[in-house]
């Protein structure tokens, strides 16, 4: 599914985020990447993305090559791609039921499909009562799950997650879990960046940690630990 060969990455400033990483994600795996304040992680989340392209090496994804891919092909790799971030990003001047619905209209999917569609992907991540609520009047949890909606409302086959409970408190970080837990039991893989130790630790999915850069850990039912 995602492949990365000894990839690296230097930004303009002449950070190096990353130094010569090998990375294998399988279809349907559920991926913790962890690891301290620059280490990494989020680099690997844009690279999947192709937000940036690598300084070197490869990246595949459904056997596709990341930095061949034509810019006219970025959208298509995109929508197979479920993005959600720590500060949700919604529109707070349109419902839950809009701000999903935005998701699929960027697609041009059909208005018939829209309104088929949103209301189920609501209903799974618990606000299928709140559709026709606007942002403001969610709490943060809520708010994470309408994000979490908007990037599954697609059918993606990768969902990543950048410190998606970073601004929740610990019970509401585990209800957005369950969420994740739900949507890579049907067959997605699920792949979240995340300074949470508690919730690693108590998971025990795979975990890949990364230190100033490069891959320190990579462990089938592993824990946080030992990442820094």
Known sequence: MISF??????YPNGVRALQEVSLQIDKGEFVFIVGPSGAGKSTIVKLIFREELPTKGQIYI?????????SGEVPALRRRIGMVFQDFRLLPDRT?????AFAMKVICAGRSEITERVPQ?????GLGKRMDDYPPQLSGGEQQRAAIARALVNSPSIMIADEPTGNL???TSWEIMDCFQEISKRGTTV???????????????????LNCGEIVRD??????????
């Open 121 to 125: 992907v609501l209903k799974l991540v």
């Open 96 to 100: 839950v039921f809009e701000n999903v």
């Open 191 to 209: 792949i979240i960046a995340t300074h949470a130790k508690e919730i690693v630790d108590a998971m025990r999915q795979r975990v890949v940690a």
């Open 169 to 171: 408190d610990i019970d």
């Open 219 to 228: 462990e089938h039912r592993g824990v946080y630990a030992n990442a820094t």
């Open 62 to 70: 459904g056997g596709r090559s990341v930095i061949r891919m034509k």
């Open 5 to 10: 060969f000894n990839v690296s990455k230097i």
